[in-house]
């Protein structure tokens, strides 16, 4: 893609890519503020505040394992250019807009990634592709939705014991106080995970356009943007997948809106911390289920829960296909205008 001039396109295709973040922060609001707001503990419009705002500080507590991984853990950063960057970002956008219009609580992280990977396997086959990264992001598919329901189903388990003897009101007042602390930490964790995806393709770009040198690393101004475009994201909320997520799946109480945004939390930071890019939707869906089937099996409405599943098997080899398609776009185009 040499049609808009390299300095140029440099730019527009950065642009892209927080658009992307800003599309994540407005597909995966849903994660951080459903549980939140399905129990009336906050009104949406302060949730998504209350999110943003976590979203947004996250990059002052953790490093940047996540963004190495995606940034040359996926494919070899050898072979990325503008145009598999493009195929990269058009995949994920696309697959993004559609679920999101649809109201399905698919993974924005898995699309990414699957775009990255179509887009370079269009270009360069099968050699360039990081095995070990692309296995380590498609063990977190089954492993953090598993970890999110084994945390909540303890989580339960353990206030449910330790409040045995407390009368209900004075129960539910506590827990829509924890509340705060349990949505804070979800977001952080979401603000943790996700923006740094966005970080690695930005980053991957500018050394593949000469900008930076020397050892992987994330410029200051990158984080800052990423951090800043998720959370302008999830300030506009995902009206659609907030329903889905906090009331289609189960009906949640205060007490099961804590245990499910609390060992979604923790599965993230876990996550976070040894550089897998995994999904926040996977993991507070298996939270949320969890915390449903603590209360009996039949409280958790399976036929929405097994649509969710099928989307999130289909996200990396749809994203996959749209990749590779806006990837063989960006070369008819340059060599129609180049």
């Known amino acids: 893609m040499v049609f808009a001039g390299p300095g140029l396109?440099?730019?527009?295709?950065?642009?892209?890519?927080?658009?992307?973040?800003?599309l994540n922060g407005l597909h995966d609001a849903a994660n951080s503020i459903a549980t939140i707001v399905s129990t009336r503990v906050l009104p949406a419009r302060y949730a998504v505040l209350w999110a943003a705002f976590f979203n947004f500080i996250a990059f002052a507590i953790f490093g940047q394992h996540v963004a190495q991984t995606v940034g040359k853990g996926i494919i070899s950063p050898g072979i990325v250019s503008d145009a598999v960057i493009f195929g990269a970002l058009?995949?994920?956008?696309?697959?993004?807009?559609?679920?999101w219009l649809s109201g399905i609580p698919s993974s924005s992280s898995h699309a990414l990634i699957g775009g990255l990977l179509g887009a370079g396997i269009a270009k360069a086959g099968l050699n360039p592709v990081v095995w070990s990264g692309v296995w380590k992001t498609v063990a977190g598919i089954v492993v953090s939705p598993a970890l999110g329901l084994a945390l909540a189903l303890l989580l339960v388990l353990i206030v449910s014991w330790a409040f045995v003897k407390a009368r209900p009101a004075?129960?539910?007042?506590?827990?829509?106080?924890?509340?705060?602390?349990?949505?804070?930490?979800?977001?952080?964790g979401h603000g943790g995970n996700d923006a740094q995806k966005t970080m690695g393709i930005i980053t991957v770009l500018l050394y593949a356009h000469g900008k930076l040198t020397g050892a992987f690393h994330v410029p200051f101004w990158v984080v800052l943007s990423c951090q800043a475009a998720m959370a302008a994201g999830t300030l506009m909320g995902g009206w659609r997948i907030v329903h889905t997520m906090g009331s289609k799946i189960t009906h949640l109480t205060p007490q099961q809106g804590f245990c499910a945004e609390t060992?979604?939390?923790?599965?993230?930071?876990?996550?976070t911390n040894?550089?897998?890019p995994v999904s926040t939707t996977h993991t507070i869906t298996g939270a949320i289920v969890g915390v449903?089937?603590?209360?009996?099996?039949s409280a958790v409405r399976w036929n929405v829960a097994s649509g969710i599943v099928w989307a999130w098997v289909i996200t990396m080899p749809v994203a996959g296909l749209m990749g590779a398609g806006f990837f063989w776009?960006?070369?008819?185009?340059?060599r129609t205008w180049g």
């Open 9 to 22: 396109l440099l730019i527009v295709l950065v642009a892209v890519a927080l658009a992307f973040d800003f």
């Open 170 to 188: 004075f129960a539910d007042g506590v827990f829509r106080k924890l509340q705060f602390v349990s949505a804070a930490a979800f977001s952080l």
């Open 292 to 297: 449903g089937a603590a209360r009996r099996v």
């Open 274 to 276: 040894i550089g897998v």
């Open 329 to 334: 776009l960006a070369r008819l185009a340059d």
């Open 263 to 271: 060992a979604g939390a923790l599965t993230l930071f876990f996550a």
């Open 90 to 99: 058009g995949g994920a956008i696309t697959w993004n807009i559609v679920t």
